[in-house]
C-alpha cells in the first residue's frame, strides 16, 4: 500500500518516486514527521533505530501537510482533498495504520473513478 500511495504521490504532484523518496531535502521526510518515524521505530521495539535519533544532528519533529508539494495550477487541480486524504491514508510510516487495499478501493477519491 505504500507504494500505491508513492506511485500516487509522484503522479499528482508530478515528482518522480525515487526523487520523492530520496531527494537530499527529505521531501518525504518533511512531510511525515521525524517524530512519527521515531515513534514508529519505538512502537515496534526497534531501538537501535531509534537510538539514531539523539545521533541525528538538527533532529526536528516538525512535519509539513502535502498540500505544501503543489507548485503549479496543473498540480493544484490533480491534488483535490480526496487526492491528497487517499495519499496521506496510504504513505505512512507505521503499516498498522495505513489503509487496506479494501479500505482504499471504498474510499471517496476511489469511489469518484469513473468507470470506463
Keep these: 500500500m505504500w507504494r500505491i500511495g508513492t506511485t500516487m504521490a509522484s503522479?499528482?504532484?508530478?515528482?518522480?518516486?525515487?526523487?520523492?523518496?530520496?531527494?537530499?531535502?527529505?521531501?518525504?521526510?518533511?512531510?511525515?514527521?521525524?517524530?512519527?518515524?521515531?515513534?514508529y521505530l519505538e512502537k515496534y521495539n526497534l531501538h537501535a533505530l531509534s537510538a539514531r535519533k539523539q545521533a541525528s544532528p538538527g533532529f526536528r519533529c516538525s512535519q509539513a501537510n502535502w498540500s505544501s508539494l503543489i507548485w503549479n495550477t496543473q498540480v493544484a487541480d490533480s491534488a483535490t482533498p480526496d487526492a491528497l486524504d487517499f495519499i496521506s491514508k496510504l504513505v505512512r510510516y507505521d503499516h498498522g495504520l495505513r489503509m487496506s487495499a479494501s479500505q482504499a478501493l471504498q474510499h471517496p477519491y476511489m469511489l469518484s473513478v469513473p468507470d470506463q
Design 11 to 39: 503522479a499528482v504532484f508530478e515528482m518522480p518516486c525515487l526523487r520523492l523518496m530520496t531527494c537530499k531535502d527529505g521531501t518525504l521526510r518533511r512531510i511525515l514527521g521525524s517524530c512519527s518515524y521515531y515513534a
